[in-house]
């Protein structure tokens, strides 16, 4: 079974922000939820919960990761992620209870809901969504610019490539996050830092101009 807990921890520490003891859920608070609902939590899932259950400035800033006492199941699929206007929500699929990191889809909110696949792994889309709270907020300082041409092999080759979410990619390097996303127009690049001088490195080397 693999342990994605440090891989969780590691995004923090990449934002400047590393977990505090008071970041982490307790098992009993998860195995609670499955009880509950009578399900086995994906690792990938309940790793993250296990270290930054409880963390809210990167959790909670935009998009909002639900406490396992309100997670709840729809055809299949454990909801433990809202969009900040309930208009969409993310579920884990639990179809395959040997898979400890299985795909997630988004799911519009209707009657019934509507899912679509967002990724094939959880732990990914994860360290996605947690690279898009950075520069929605959860950064200091944060953010937009249309980048050129050269901007995404930049990106590619000088930082650390973390995955892609429904054609948005995101890197970071030390106390510095950027999402690359081509369908948002003019704003389609969003970074956040953890000081002003990290956002200034952002768009010397990325040669940007903040919109």
């Not at 409880?54 to 396992?68: G, L, S, W, Y």
């Not at 199941?73 to 209870?97: C, H, K, M, P, Y």
């Not at 799911?107 to 947690?130: K, Q």
Request: glycine share 6%; charged share 20%; hydrophobic share 40%.
């Amino acid at each position: 079974m693999v342990d994605y807990k440090p891989f969780y921890r590691g995004i923090y520490s990449s934002f400047d922000a590393p977990l505090k003891d008071g970041a982490a859920m307790t098992a009993s608070t998860i195995d609670a939820a499955s009880t509950r609902l009578g399900i086995t939590v994906p690792t990938a899932l309940r790793d993250f919960y296990l270290v930054a259950g409880r963390e809210r400035r990167f959790n909670q800033v935009h998009n909002r990761f639900i406490a396992p006492k309100e997670w709840s199941i729809d055809r299949q699929r454990l909801v433990f992620l809202e969009e900040n206007q309930a208009v969409v929500f993310w579920g884990v699929s639990l179809r395959t209870s040997a898979n400890d990191d299985p795909s997630v889809s988004q799911g519009i909110n209707d009657e019934p809901i509507e899912w679509h696949l967002e990724h094939r792994r959880c732990s990914v889309f994860i360290a996605v969504m947690l690279h898009w709270q950075a520069v929605s907020g959860g950064m200091k300082h944060c953010k937009a610019a249309a980048p050129s041409a050269t901007t995404r092999k930049k990106l590619d080759k000088n930082w650390a490539f973390v995955g892609e979410v429904n054609n948005m990619r995101a890197y970071h390097r030390d106390g510095q996050v950027v999402c690359h996303c081509p369908d948002f127009g003019p704003w389609s690049l969003s970074a956040g830092a953890s000081s002003k001088p990290n956002l200034d490195a952002i768009s010397n080397d990325l040669e940007l101009s903040w919109i």
